[in-house]
């Protein structure tokens, strides 16, 4: 008898590694097609297209090759498989059932190729990991519907998907919760012909019309040390990478009122990896598979304090010599004889939520960080060389005209290496500022929307159009007067950049935004065109979302 064999899909539908422009334009059709409210989406595109074209304009001039070759060509990451695929591969195996995965990107790219591989396999596991709403993952499904295969759609836009679940005919099983436990339940179903799915100790199977809910449960203790290694070795030959993905906690022990991070997994609990595990863990994977650097997803690498020093000193100790980077509060890296350690361990690069440069704003946000200590951070990184990525949210609830100036301020004396920008979005459902009560403090109203990655909002002092057109005009200035480096154009560089490099690239990033005057008069014409129906559409929505 065969054995059955599942496909692991993984990936977003639009990402940075699309190399096609048709292919690009192709997939925006489709997702178009389901999208509504869709305006606010389409300023946020223009936001990200408009620098992007005028680095492509300015064709990288007057930058040596040496430094060309390092910020420009493929990141080392490039051909290395999402972590979800080697989760659910790793415990595939050991379930006794073949595999084989793609990406959503492959899938659109290459049909001839999807059909064979999709003809081979009894059964589909669908990862959400990257994909945002509805109108990004139902052409996916459309896509995948005329080959009759069983789908199972797991990660975490299930939990937001399976409430109100709107039934697609290519779906059997929503899986929601931890892979790890939801994987060895759904291997009985398929082994057992799909006629029975029983849910793992801890979990339990809801009905949503034709499809069954598969419900994971929790760990029964605060520890992550069960859960299984993943087992890079059996992918890692295929591409030849010596990059990885590590995740080493569930959850966030913090409320910002913004992130839905402490509530995936359908686990509200922060749990995680002892520094012990962890260690033997990266021992593995640097001398066994020959690892040189790791990305570590977690959303907060730095706690518990203890284990993280514990962690670095493991590390040192047994001489397991890698680079790697992580996400961290910046309080966490005030304490700089901890992040002399951290550096010593093999820390290259932090990435750092700082959101605001005005403190009210970081109250609103329940952030529980002061501006002070984001400067702090910032200023030890700069002494110990470690590469700083910061994020800022424009248009939170309480932002207006003077917030926003004081962030370009405190940028402006505490420059970060390299920066993102982001408008506030209301799509995550469930945060606590989408809580009746913090609605109401903010006069917060929203258009509740799920077929968009976007939907509208508006409060007290700002709307989302105006957001935008903000992000926009602060994007340009931190670009034009050298402050820090925009994240988005030097993507694939970041994890070879220097510190030597910063002053020619400042001076390139500069002209990126100067010199291109025609390109952004042409954006300008198009925001204000956007605008408009941005502005009507969302009048009609708004007073229809609570109507």
Known sequence: MTPPRVLVITGGLLTEKDNSLPQVLRKQRQQSRYASGSWLETKIKLLTAEPLIAERLERRARLGPDLR?????????????????????????????????????????????????????????????????????????????????????????????????????????????????????????????????????????????????????????????????????????????????????????????????????????????????????????????????????????????????????????????????????????????TLVLMKAAGLYQVQIGIESGNQQQLDNMSKQCSVEANARALENCRRHGITSVVSLIVGYPGETADSLADTLAFLRTTPPDFYYLAAFSTRAEGVPVLLADQRARFGLDVSRDTHTTAPYWTHHSMDCGEAANQLRELNQRLMSERVSLNAVLFYRGLGRYRPEDRAALLDYQRRVATRHRFTRGIFSLLHRAVDRRLQRDMRQRLVCSHA
């Open 69 to 337: 070759r390092r910020m420009f060509s493929a990141a080392e990451s490039d051909g290395t498989p999402d972590l979800t695929e080697v989760v659910l591969r790793t415990a595939l195996r050991e379930a006794g059932i073949a595999d084989e995965a793609t990406t959503v990107a492959a899938l659109f790219a290459d049909p001839a190729g999807s059909a064979r591989l999709l003809a081979r396999c009894d059964c589909i596991f669908l990862s959400t990991t990257f994909l945002r709403d509805r109108s990004e993952l139902w052409p996916i499904l459309d896509r995948l519907a005329p080959f009759g295969k069983r789908l199972v759609l797991g990660g975490p836009l299930v939990s937001s998907l399976h409430p109100d679940w709107r039934a697609h005919p290519a779906v059997d099983v929503l899986a929601a919760g931890y892979g790890e436990y939801l994987v060895p339940a759904l291997a009985d179903w398929i082994h057992g012909g799909f006629r029975r799915l029983v849910p793992p100790s801890g979990g339990h199977c809801e009905t949503r019309g034709r499809t069954t809910v598969l419900f994971s449960g929790v760990p029964p203790g605060r520890l992550l040390d069960d859960l299984p290694r993943p087992a890079w070795e059996t992918v890692l030959d295929e591409t030849g990478s010596r990059h990885i993905y590590y995740e080493s906690v569930r959850g966030c022990p913090y409320r910002c009122g913004f992130c839905n991070y402490p509530y995936l997994f359908e686990d509200d609990r922060f749990r995680y990896r002892s520094a012990e595990k962890m260690a033997e863990e990266w021992e593995y994977f640097v001398r066994e598979l020959g690892i040189t650097s790791i990305t570590c997803l977690d959303s907060l690498f730095t706690i518990p304090r203890r284990r993280l020093r514990r962690f670095c000193e493991l590390l040192i100790a047994r001489g397991i010599r890698v680079r790697w980077l992580c996400y961290a509060r910046a309080d966490d890296l005030c304490d700089e004889d």
